[in-house]
């Protein structure tokens, strides 16, 4: 199966492709799978309804078979840039499942929390572990990131839940 590890931060400057790199090396544990970083940057979405919708995004939605997000909280949400890609596919997003990892001042938790709201509306089942990293104490200087290993058991187990459900999903679409 494959997945796409989505980046929903297009700050300048921003820490998500850390994040997401360190997830792409324990998912790699799992060559029987391939898990891609999916830039939301590299599709320079429009605002959605402001142009016509961005058909290379959608595709790229359409060809993965789950998803796990990358999620940063800005003031106690998620990134709008996040949502509108969220907000920009419709069916391509049905009957899958996804794995959420955050962080954030106190691990990012409350946009982790929103967004499984919005994704249920797009018909995608978010699997229970959430890897959430501690600006404080994964981050230095809250820009370099470097989680304890600790943190990798969690990973594991979201990529568990991920996979599995992802496999029963694959039966009804
Ligand atoms: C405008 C702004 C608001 C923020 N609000 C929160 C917040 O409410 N809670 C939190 O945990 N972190 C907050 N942060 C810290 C971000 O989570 C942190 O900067 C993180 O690195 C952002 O992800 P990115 O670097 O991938 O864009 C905020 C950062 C900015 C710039």
Redesign the pocket.
Known sequence: MKFGII?????E?????Q?GAYIQSIAAQRPEHEFEIVDIKDFDLPFMGTAAPNTAWNDKIASLDGYIF?V??????F?ASLKNAVDSAREEWFDKAAGIVS??????I??AEQLRTVLAEQKVATVRTNPAFN?FTD?EN??DFQPGDHMSAGVNDMLDELTLWSKAFATIR
Do not use: C, D, M
């Not at 980046?7 to 700050?11: A, D, H, V, Y």
């Not at 400057?13 to 492709?17: C, L, N």
């Open positions: 980046l929903g931060s297009t700050r400057g921003r820490v998500s492709p994040v990358i940063q909280e800005y003031n106690h949400g990134a962080y954030g001042s106190g691990g990012g409350r946009a600006l981050f809250f820009t």
